[in-house]
């Protein structure tokens, strides 16, 4: 087989039909169901994009309330769960804590054997609202510090914050939450999303490809690069350096996280809509440091390079500069991307077709076996 044959990577390749979302490299766009994301972010809140992403359409009032009212009410995890999380090692990753939470939810299924689109819908709801908790919960454990019981009054960006922080801060850090988790919910056929619908292409059930989804995720090639843009940043420290420090990656020949994307070429539709709330944490809190020097960063890698910033390089900051550790932000990724996953794996599930490609052979040619005394 030639090697123009083989699309290593799977790049340029087609591999189905999707109806959640279109991402255009060409005019640095990208739609939920039809909607621009920059117009959710600026209309909607989470919940409602929540709603789109599974129904395809956006939900009414009565609708929203309804749903509202009803993810709110799931937001509470059992007390083996809880406990499951308590006695996690502190210093473990969050992503590997979410990864055996929800893996430990799935077995709390009192039917694991339904698999139709109501079960797996009611699921999907279960998900969005407890993984919040999961998180809040391992924040508070790992500092030896007490759980706090999510409340049913706030929005799930509001109660976010109450659970990692027992306090809701002011309306422009939830909108600049708010906003980040409509821009991470979904993004067309990416590795997390492939891999959930890869394992449940098998017939597995959503929990399983939700945790595929979650440990492909955790990789610095995807979801992780917000945390690795942070630990740049931090390590970087100054913006008088920051240009010298990018010059010296590229003649090192390193990744530098939060650029470059499989599919952008000439930047990512999201991240003008998140670095515009980067902007206005910074105002608010007062930290410039952190958008000056990736300011400097993506002028030079444009400059040298012509490779653009994604959406991790403004999220990571953002996050920052609202209080929360930076090993949490790949788990708010999943927080927003459970409603991706799930809508994809229920998609893929209403018309299969077990994903099973094919591989060129390189390895030693035909032979005979030598039993183990003759070898
Ligand atoms: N820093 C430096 N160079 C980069 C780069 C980056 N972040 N991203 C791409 N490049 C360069 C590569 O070195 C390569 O150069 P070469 O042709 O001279 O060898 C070229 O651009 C193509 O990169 P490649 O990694 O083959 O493209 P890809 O489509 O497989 O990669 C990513 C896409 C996202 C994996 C890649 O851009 C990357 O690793 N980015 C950093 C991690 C990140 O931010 N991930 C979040 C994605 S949303």
């Excluded at 490299?25 to 709603?51: D, K, M, S, T």
């Excluded at 210093?91 to 009192?110: I, K, Q, W």
């Excluded at 077709?353 to 032979?367: C, D, K, M, Q, V």
Aim: charged share 25%.
């Amino acid at each position: 087989m030639s090697d123009d044959a083989i699309h290593r990577g799977l790049d340029g390749v087609v591999v189905d039909s999707t109806r959640i979302s279109k991402v255009m490299p060409e005019i640095n766009a990208l739609v939920y169901h039809g909607y621009p994301v920059q117009e959710l972010c600026e209309n909607c809140r989470f919940e409602e994009v929540a709603w789109l992403m599974w129904h395809g359409e956006l939900p009414d009032a009565k609708q929203l309330a309804a749903f509202e009212a009803d993810e709110r009410s799931r937001r509470n995890i059992s007390p083996v769960l809880l406990d499951v999380i308590r006695k996690s090692p502190r210093n473990a990753h969050p992503m590997d804590m979410l990864r055996t939470a929800v893996s430990f939810l799935g077995m709390e299924d009192s039917m694991p054997e339904k698999a139709d689109a109501a079960t797996n819908l009611n699921r999907s709801i279960d998900l969005l609202a407890k993984i919040p908790t999961m998180i809040g919960a391992f924040t508070r454990f790992r500092k030896g510090r007490e759980f706090i019981p999510p409340r049913s009054d706030l929005s799930m960006a509001e109660n976010f914050f109450h659970v990692c922080f027992g306090k809701v801060p002011a309306p422009e850090v939830v909108k600049a939450f708010d906003v980040s988790l409509v821009l991470y919910a979904e993004h067309g056929f990416n590795a997390s999303t492939f891999t959930a619908r890869t394992v449940v292409s098998s017939l597995s059930d959503l929990y399983s490809g939700v945790v595929g989804g979650i440990a492909s995720l955790k990789g610095p090639l995807h979801g992780g690069a917000n945390e690795a843009v942070m630990h740049m940043l931090k390590e970087i420290d100054d913006p008088k350096i920051a240009r010298e420090w990018m010059l010296t990656a590229l003649r090192e020949k390193r990744k530098v996280m939060g650029f470059g994307h499989r599919v952008y070429k000439h930047g990512d539709s999201r991240v003008p809509t998140m670095k515009k709330y980067a902007q206005k944490m910074a105002a608010f809190t007062g930290q410039k440091k952190w958008l000056e020097i990736a300011d400097i960063l993506e002028a030079t890698m444009i400059e040298q390079k012509n490779i653009y910033p994604n959406l991790d390089f403004p999220s990571g900051p953002a996050y920052y500069m609202m209080g929360i550790d930076i090993d949490m932000y790949t788990p708010i990724f999943v927080m927003a991307r459970i409603t991706g996953w799930t809508a994809h794996i229920m998609e893929q599930l209403a018309s299969n077709a077990l994903i099973r490609p094919l591989s060129n052979y390189t390895g030693h040619a035909e032979r005979r076996v030598v039993p183990l005394g003759k070898r």
